[in-house]
C-alpha cells in the first residue's frame, strides 16, 4: 500500500534519538541525557519531561542547574537532571 503524500512519517521514537543513564551517589540520583549520534542536545521541556518521567519517574521532582561561569564544564553533548531530595515550592503565593 502507498503511503499519502500528505501524510507525514511517523517520527523516530524517542530512544532512538537520545540515550538516558542513572548514576547514583549518596547525594541522590543523576540523569545524563545524551544523543545517539552524538549531536548536542537540544530538545524542548517536554521530551525532558518525557525522559525523566521514564527514568526516575513520574513522581520525582528533578532539576538542570546552570552554574556560575567558573564552574562550567562543557566538554561533551550532555544534558544533566538530578533528582531533587528537598522539596521546594514551584509557584509563588
Not at 44 to 58: A, R, V, Y
Request: with cysteine; aromatic share 8%; hydrophobic share 35%.
Amino acid at each position: 500500500m502507498a503511503r499519502r503524500k500528505d501524510r507525514a512519517p511517523s517520527p523516530r521514537s524517542l530512544w532512538q534519538v537520545y540515550h538516558a543513564e542513572v548514576r547514583y551517589s549518596e547525594t541522590g540520583r543523576h540523569l545524563i541525557i545524551r544523543r545517539c549520534d552524538g549531536r548536542p542536545v537540544r530538545c524542548g521541556w517536554d521530551t525532558l519531561q518525557k525522559i525523566k518521567n521514564e527514568m526516575l519517574g513520574p513522581d520525582v521532582r528533578a532539576v538542570e542547574v546552570f552554574p556560575e561561569v567558573s564552574d562550567v564544564v562543557n566538554e561533551v553533548n550532555w544534558r544533566h537532571l538530578w533528582e531533587c531530595v528537598v522539596q521546594f515550592p514551584l509557584h509563588a503565593r
